[in-house]
């Protein structure tokens, strides 16, 4: 059983201040997001979490050891920054689509997300220090089989772009769904999934399932540890071992 630290990172009232008191230019926007959201994830990533961008206004993110104090720092971080607030649900739970609804529901407690009196909100609690362990958090990196020969080289960006879009779709659905997984596209050709403890057949199985919705051939390494970046160094080097052995599944 893993026991997953999930944060919803709301931007506060973000929806009527891009269009107030006019609407704001699409580039500033796209500035603002990448900008806010690559803060976000060297703070976290100084403090061994993972970020994810998820929608750029909802960010997710895997905290497990982050305390309360540095959620408040990084909120005033945010602030001191950035002309929009942002505002914090901190969830748990036996796996990472528990602990998001958990994380969710403390922010829509406070308040909608365009209601323009909500600012900074902290809500829920981390998970205590005497009830973590070694193996909390458990990450699986997916990486597409030859991405570069069967797609990059071969097709228009545009095309290539799609298809591992379809891939990813199809596996963020099948981890969410039947195995209260939650998956992040990271770029080029990579998936980074927080997930509850699975067999390495129940992972072989996504796989397949992949294979036969999207057409796109996957492999992946799996990692555990006490925090995200001990799990997601733990399943990097897990999934050198699939190229460098041409195996499908390691680290479990």
């Known amino acids: 059983?893993?026991?997953?630290?999930?944060?919803?990172?709301?931007?506060d009232n973000y929806g009527p201040w891009t269009v107030t008191p006019e609407p704001r230019r699409e580039a500033d926007l796209q500035t603002l997001q990448s900008r806010l959201y690559a803060d976000l994830s060297q703070f976290?990533?100084?403090?061994?979490?993972?970020?994810?961008?998820?929608?750029?206004?909802?960010?997710?993110?895997?905290?497990?050891?982050?305390?309360?104090?540095?959620?408040?720092?990084?909120?005033?971080?945010?602030?001191?920054r950035y002309p929009v607030t942002v505002s914090l649900g901190i969830?748990?739970?036996?796996?990472?689509?528990?602990?998001?609804?958990?994380?969710?529901?403390?922010l829509q407690a406070a308040g909608s997300a365009q209601d323009a009196e909500r600012r900074e909100v902290l809500a829920g609690d981390p998970i205590a220090e005497a009830e973590r362990a070694d193996d909390d958090v458990r990450i699986a990196h997916f990486d597409v089989n030859d991405a570069t020969g069967k797609y990059t080289d071969e097709l228009d960006a545009f095309s290539t772009f799609?298809?591992?879009?379809?891939?990813?779709?199809?596996?963020?659905?099948?981890?969410?769904?039947?195995?209260?997984?939650l998956a992040f596209f990271v770029g080029g050709d990579n998936v980074i999934a927080?997930?509850?403890?699975?067999?390495?057949?129940?992972?072989?199985?996504?796989?397949?399932?992949?294979?036969?919705?999207?057409d796109m051939s996957l492999k992946v390494g799996v990692g555990a540890g006490r925090t995200a970046t001990d799990a997601g160094m733990a399943a990097k080097h897990a999934l050198e071992v699939c190229r460098e052995e041409g195996t499908t599944v390691e680290g479990v």
Not at 1 to 11: D, I, K
Not at 194 to 213: G, H, S
């Open 1 to 11: 059983m893993t026991n997953a630290q999930v944060t919803l990172v709301q931007l």
């Open 162 to 181: 799609v298809r591992i879009e379809q891939g990813y779709a199809a596996l963020m659905r099948t981890l969410h769904d039947e195995h209260d997984g």
């Open 194 to 214: 927080l997930v509850p403890d699975l067999a390495r057949d129940t992972y072989a199985d996504v796989i397949e399932r992949v294979r036969d919705d999207a």
């Open 91 to 106: 969830g748990s739970g036996a796996n990472p689509t528990d602990a998001l609804v958990d994380a969710t529901a403390h």
């Open 44 to 80: 976290l990533g100084t403090r061994d979490g993972y970020a994810f961008f998820t929608r750029f206004d909802n960010m997710i993110a895997v905290t497990n050891g982050i305390d309360r104090a540095d959620h408040r720092r990084l909120q005033e971080s945010l602030r001191n």
